[in-house]
Structure formats: C-alpha cells, structure tokens
C-alpha cells in the first residue's frame, strides 16, 4: 500500500477511525470521531452526521470520503495472532464473512469481496497482539503502525483532495470481547465504507451499527441502510 504521513488522531472510547491524506505529504485534518445528537434524527440529518461529521442543524465538520470504483472492493483478513485462541479464531473469520454479506445486502453501490489473507486488497483486517490504549505495530503499512488504538480502530486512506477513499485498515486486540466481533466488525466495516462517524445518542445503542460506545447491533439499521444508500447513489448522468 501506499506510504503516508504521520496524521492528527480523533478518537472514539472503542472504536477509532482515523483518516489519512495520501500521498500527500501534510497532517490530516483532524475528523469528529463522535458527534452527539440529542435523540432520533431524520435520515438527512443522520446521513450528514455520519458522513461528514455534521452536528444537527450545523455544517460539515469534514468532507465526506467514499471508494469510486466499479470494481468489486477486495477485504483480506490478513493476519489473527497466536493470542487469539479457540473459538476465536474461526468466530473473528465469521464475522468477516457475514459483515461483507450484511453490507452487500444494503442494495447501496458498491460491492465488497472477500480475498484469501495474501491476496490484494484494499481494506485489510488484522488481530494483533497489541496492547489496548497503546499503538499498532508489525503491519507493515506506514500510515496503520504508530496509530493510536483501544480494542478496535478503522483507519482510511484517502487521496490528497480527501475524497476517494484508497485503503482502508481496520486493526482490533485482545480487548474486543470475543462475543462483540460480529457488532464490532462490521461496525468497523461500515466506517471503512465513509460513513466514520460515530453518533452519540442513547436512541441508537442497539439500533445502529454507528452508535457510540457500545458494540450491540449486528445487523444494520434502518437509518444505516439509508445513509449507505445515499453515498454510493448511482452518479447523474
């Protein structure tokens, strides 16, 4: 993949998601992690906040990123450390598996296929023997190691206009309660698509896969489906 910059992090309590510009050679602006709502949103508004880090009522806090590609996007899980032992190991597989297909089934335009672990991709999955509140090493990805991570991160590059999304990475420890993967990762998968917001609403926990703090919801919601479906809407002619 291609090498980037050292980049300003914002993150979540659990789950991160930090973007970084590529190849350009400058800090990152710095992206809303989390952005509260004082309860259910109107999907417009659900879509900005989640997308562009828009608070209700208020303006984009970044530009919205999103992979342009008619190709399928290729997702490897590259890598589960010893550490990860017993039903682990082919539960974290799992929940791969059927976070691909439950975002494939959002009828939004794009589709995602899963590649063998060494094959190229472009959102790779990692569970490393890394230290929660500590930082990512041994992936070999410039812009991924160094990164600041809890039980689980996704990190995105994008191209210097910040727009496009090049490479995703998302990267999770042994702090993520084997019983949250399926919630956590596809979570993380969800963010990697562009939508790398996390809303703050107690209406959402369990609702939608981008409810902050908590790894409930393993399907996507209704507002999610939505917000997927606006961006990856077919271009106008």
Known sequence: ??????????????????????????????AEDVVAA???????AFYRLVSCA?????????????????????????RIDPVFVGRQRPRADAALTRAIGELNGAGARFRLSRVAANDRAEIVLYFLDAAPDGTIAGTGIDWVDGAEIDDIATLIAVDPERTRIRAAAIVATPALETRAYEAAVLTALTRAM?????????????????????????????????????????EAP
């Open 1 to 30: 993949m291609s090498r980037g910059p050292a980049a300003t992090r914002v993150f979540a309590a659990a789950l991160a998601a930090l973007i970084v510009p590529l190849p350009a050679m400058v800090r990152a602006t710095p």
């Open 38 to 44: 004082p309860g259910t949103l109107g999907d417009a």
């Open 54 to 78: 828009a608070p209700p009522g208020s303006d984009c806090a970044r530009p919205a990123v999103r992979w342009r590609t008619e190709s399928p996007i290729r997702v490897a899980l590259r």
């Open 194 to 234: 562009g939508l790398a917001t996390a809303i703050d609403a107690p209406a959402y926990d369990g609702l939608s896969v981008l409810a902050h703090g908590v790894h409930e919801a393993t399907r996507l919601g209704p507002q999610d489906i939505v917000a997927l479906r606006r961006h990856y809407a077919p």
